[in-house]
């Protein structure tokens, strides 16, 4: 069974904040799903043959195809770039 500081610690990791109520509560329900998959573990599986999906079914896409914008169009695009530089939108750096 989970502890309640072991479900504050993982919800201090997830950057959760939970009162000490739902921590309890948590511990409770948490352990009863680990219980449920503990169960699981114990299912025979020797005879089952691995399986990457149910259906069988393939993704089919389209080939990708180049299409060669308007250059008035491309123009356009630029022009309403908030920031740009040269022929490219300028952005904030992401981190």
Do not use: C, W
Request: aromatic residues 6%.
């Amino acid at each position: 069974m989970l502890s309640k500081s072991e479900v504050q610690k993982i919800a201090s990791l997830a950057r959760i904040e939970i009162t000490d109520e739902e921590a309890e509560k948590y511990s409770k329900e948490l352990s009863d799903i680990l219980g449920f998959v503990d169960k699981l573990n114990e299912a025979d599986t020797e005879s089952v043959e691995p399986i990457a999906h149910i259906t069988g079914a393939k993704n089919i896409t389209r080939q990708d195809k180049v299409v060669e914008a308007i250059i008035e169009t491309k123009e356009d695009i630029i022009k309403n770039f908030p920031e740009r530089k040269d022929r490219f939108d300028k952005v904030k750096a992401v981190f």
